[in-house]
């Protein structure tokens, strides 16, 4: 499944669905969870080493930082575009004008 997963971000990618920009974080997961998967035995390690009980609780946490971590990201893209927004808005507002003061020019 995992592997499957990894296929298909590099299929949506190659169909320009999804961008470069936005596959770094899934491309990271899913060769995370190939990882996980062959070397189960880091799993482990990484259980105790954060001191859960088990296993799924780890994952679990691990999730729960992805979610985190897309938000974040999100967040960060949603600020962006609103600032360019505005801006767009604010400059079709100054070429509106513009080109309303060249057209009542005599």
């Known amino acids: ?6 296929l ?11 961008k470069i920009e936005y596959s770094w974080l899934w491309i990271a997961t899913g060769c995370s969870i190939v990882v996980l ?8 390690w990484l259980t105790s080493a954060i001191g859960a009980v088990t296993s799924t609780s780890t994952l679990f946490l691990l999730a729960l930082f992805f979610l985190a971590v897309v ?3 999100y967040s960060v893209r949603i600020s962006e575009m609103s600032t360019r927004i505005k801006d767009l808005a604010q400059e ?3 070429l509106q004008n513009e080109v309303k003061r060249l057209k009542s020019a005599p």
């Not at 590099?10 to 320009?16: A, E, G, K, S, Y």
């Open 8 to 18: 298909l971000i590099f299929d949506l990618v190659r169909r320009r669905r999804l």
């Open 71 to 73: 938000n974040l990201h």
């Open 92 to 94: 079709t507002a100054l």
């Open 1 to 6: 499944m995992a592997l499957l997963f990894l």
């Open 37 to 44: 998967i062959w070397r189960y035995d880091w799993l482990v």
